[in-house]
């Protein structure tokens, strides 16, 4: 099964900062590889789909990049509506699993 | 627009059973497969189960199979997840997902719903 790791595991940082996290997959995905915001106590919700094509409605201050086994999910300029956990999720593998990444949790500096 | 409806969780002793029930609205429910994925307390994301739109072909994560069954009634356009054989490592909030698969790589989870909370203890 594939495996993901994303780092880092958390990071503080402050409104109007450029933040990257990136996700690491055990065996080549091509693009398909998702990401997610998630706020406590709510369910996810996609931000990045095939690597690097926003979602409808998402603020374009996130991208996304990458393929094969390395991806990176960029917020150009951290809003304080963006303080969350995010994940990272792999299509290719199925259907063996559609894999989340452990998560990035972005809070206040 | 959208809506996805999780119900049926609650406080159930190791060993027995809980059938969850996802009730959608707003899209056309048959022309899409559906999962269920579950987060522990304090933890990460789990995918837990898909079915097929039309429920032809079901695939479960490793640690429910045998024990979980996924299935839907179109006809309801509900979503059901029957647990059984529950251990205290099935302690989660379940979440049911639909499925949007554009094809090359564009794929994701792109409605949720807003989770039930299942907690085995005796």
């Known amino acids: 099964a594939i495996q993901l790791t994303q780092s880092p595991s958390s990071l503080s940082a402050s409104a109007g900062d450029r933040v990257t996290i990136t996700c690491r997959t055990s065996?080549?995905?091509?693009?398909?590889l998702a990401w997610y915001q998630q706020k406590p106590g709510k369910a996810p919700k996609v931000l990045i789909y095939?690597?690097?094509s926003l979602e409808s409605g998402v603020p374009s201050r996130f991208s996304g990049s990458g393929s094969g086994t390395d991806f990176t999910l960029t917020i150009s300029s951290l809003q304080p509506e963006d303080f969350a956990t995010y994940y990272c999720q792999q299509f290719n593998s199925y259907p063996d699993g559609f894999t989340f990444g452990p998560g990035t949790k972005v809070d206040i500096k | 627009q959208v809506q996805l409806v999780e119900s049926g969780g609650g406080v159930v002793q190791p060993g027995r059973s809980l059938r969850l029930s996802c009730a959608a609205s707003?899209?056309?429910?048959?022309?899409?497969?559906m999962h269920w994925v579950r987060q522990a307390p304090g933890k990460g994301l789990e995918w837990v189960a898909i079915i097929y739109n039309d429920g032809s072909n079901k695939y479960y994560t490793d640690s429910v199979k045998g024990r979980f069954t996924i299935s839907r009634d179109n006809s309801k356009n509900t979503l059901y997840l029957q647990m059984n054989s529950l251990t205290a490592q099935d302690t989660a909030v379940y979440y049911c997902?639909?499925?949007?698969?554009?094809?090359?790589?564009?794929?994701?989870?792109?409605?949720w719903g807003q989770g039930t909370l299942v907690t085995v203890s005796s």
């Open positions: 065996q080549g995905i091509s693009s398909a």
């Open positions: 997902a639909r499925d949007l698969n554009e094809g090359s790589g564009a794929w994701r989870f792109d409605s």
């Open positions: 095939g690597a690097s």
């Open positions: 707003g899209f056309t429910f048959s022309t899409y497969a």
